[in-house]
Every structure is written in C-alpha cells, then in structure tokens.
C-alpha cells in the first residue's frame, strides 16, 4: 500500500518504535480509500495495514492499541498480555466495521488474545485519516514529521510524547 511500507520502515529507523511500549494506531479506511471518513471501510485495506503492524511489532517488540471509531467512544483493541489493570479499565464491546471501523474490527478477529479497553495513555501514536487519536496519549505530545506524510489517500500524523516539565523559574530540566 503506497505510502505504509515507507512510512513503518522510516519510523522504525528512528528508533520510534519501542519494546514493550503500546502505540495508539487510528485508521480510517475510508480515508485511506480517498472516501469520507465512516462511509466505506474496508477489510482489505485493515488486513494490509495490521499484517505490516504484526510485522513492526515482532521485529520491535512494541504493543499496538488499536482505537475503534467514535461509536464505540473510540476505545481501544489490544492484546490481553498488553493489558494492564491498574492503568486500564475493560469494557464489554466488539468493535464491528460500522461501529468500531475496519482496522479495529480486523485486529479483534487476529490478535491472539483481543479485549477492548476505554482508555489508554501511551508514548506513541500513529493517525492515519485524522481519526483523532490525542485522548490517548500522555502529556505532552510531539510532532514526529516523516517523509511520508500519506497511506493511500489519507494523512497520517505521527506523535511522540515527553514527560511535562513542571516548577517555576528555579526548576532544573534534564533535557
């Protein structure tokens, strides 16, 4: 798919992706398709971005969370050995392509152990069709700028996060 190989291997040549961290991925197939966003999502296009993913997180060792769309309140996909119980709060729901989107639904059906959670804070995250994955992400997030800036028809923005910088005039930084 134009633009996902380039953009993967580009981010995992700057070391973005880190094991045993979880990365936010929203997708809007419909968008990858050039389509409005929610009005014709695809499982082929979900296979072919989730099967490169698998890839990423085998070679990385890094957790994907795959976020469902707005009717779902945009929860979250993962593997259950992802799953942490003081950080995360289960939720009863099966993502489906017209309630959840087709990247989630598709994680759903091929993760090994899936289960769904509310909500997540992670370091990473990766929006493919302005999905609006901010909720998901710690404070404060940071622009990662690539040179592929497309998955098909759809923009992707790219996020990092680094740690809030608190104190007044007298606090010391470490970066």
């Given at each position: 798919?134009?633009g996902l190989k380039q953009l993967l291997e580009e981010l995992k040549s700057q070391s973005?992706?880190?094991?045993?961290?979880?990365?936010?991925?929203?997708?809007?197939?419909?968008?990858?398709?050039?389509?409005?966003?929610?009005?014709?999502?695809?499982?082929?296009?979900?296979?072919?971005?989730?099967?490169?993913?698998?890839?990423?997180?085998?070679?990385?060792?890094?957790?994907?969370?795959?976020?469902?769309?707005?009717?779902?309140?945009?929860?979250?996909?993962?593997?259950?050995?992802?799953?942490?119980?003081?950080?995360?709060?289960?939720?009863?729901?099966?993502?489906?392509?017209?309630?959840?989107?087709?990247?989630?639904?598709?994680?759903?059906?091929?993760?090994?152990?899936?289960?769904?959670?509310?909500?997540?804070?992670?370091?990473?995250?990766?929006?493919?069709?302005?999905?609006?994955?901010?909720?998901?992400?710690?404070?404060?997030?940071?622009?990662?700028?690539?040179?592929?800036?497309?998955i098909g028809e759809a923009i992707v923005t790219v996020a990092t996060t680094r740690p809030k910088k608190i104190g007044g005039e007298r606090a010391k930084y470490q970066l």
């Amino acid at each position: 798919m134009e633009g996902l190989k380039q953009l993967l291997e580009e981010l995992k040549s700057q070391s973005f992706f880190v094991d045993e961290e979880i990365c936010v991925i929203g997708c809007s197939t419909s968008e990858v398709l050039g389509d409005k966003i929610g009005t014709t999502g695809s499982l082929d296009i979900a296979k072919e971005i989730f099967e490169a993913l698998v890839d990423i997180s085998k070679e990385t060792g890094v957790s994907f969370a795959y976020q469902g769309c707005e009717h779902i309140n945009r929860a979250l996909t993962i593997e259950r050995k992802a799953f942490n119980l003081y950080l995360m709060e289960q939720v009863d729901v099966v993502p489906d392509v017209h309630a959840g989107g087709a990247l989630a639904t598709y994680a759903y059906r091929h993760l090994e152990e899936p289960l769904v959670v509310e909500h997540i804070r992670a370091n990473k995250g990766i929006d493919i069709g302005q999905t609006l994955i901010g909720m998901h992400l710690k404070h404060v997030a940071v622009p990662v700028r690539t040179s592929a800036d497309k998955i098909g028809e759809a923009i992707v923005t790219v996020a990092t996060t680094r740690p809030k910088k608190i104190g007044g005039e007298r606090a010391k930084y470490q970066l």
